[in-house]
Nanobody, 117 residues
Framework: QVQLVESGGGLVQGGGSLRLSCVPS????????MAWYRQAPGKERELVAGITNDGGRTRYADSVQGRFTISRDIHKNTMYLQMNSLKPEDTAVYYC??????????WGQGTQVTVSS
């Protein structure tokens, strides 16, 4: 069982930036696919961004394309989500996810991101 630990959430004004981090208990290159999902109150969990284990392929939700960037640092064994130009509608609990395909079997505990208007 792989554990995923997120950090970096918080409160930010609209237009601001945050960077989320996810550290897995296994070596990151062993996890074929990783992603960030989010869930806002009263809404279903949705895919925000995904990345393959070699970092060669990424994909983004239309709502964050051009504003968010997903990346992996093999040496630091960490996955990141750089979030720029944040909007109030980005407010949600953000979850790190990983596995052989998306959504993977492994989930983090979630980190709250709140964007004020």
């Amino acid at each position: 069982q792989v554990q995923l630990v997120e950090s970096g959430g918080g409160l930010v004004q609209g237009g601001g930036s945050l960077r989320l981090s996810c550290v897995p208990s296994a070596r990151i290159w062993r996890i074929r696919a990783m992603a960030w999902y989010r869930q806002a109150p009263g809404k279903e969990r949705e895919l925000v961004a995904g990345i393959t284990n070699d970092g060669g392929r990424t994909r983004y939700a239309d709502s964050v394309q051009g504003r968010f960037t997903i990346s992996r640092d093999i040496h630091k064994n960490t996955m990141y989500l750089q979030m720029n130009s944040l909007k109030p509608e980005d407010t949600a609990v953000y979850y790190c996810n990983g596995g052989s395909a998306l959504p993977g079997d492994y989930w983090g505990q979630g980190t709250q991101v709140t964007v004020s208007s």
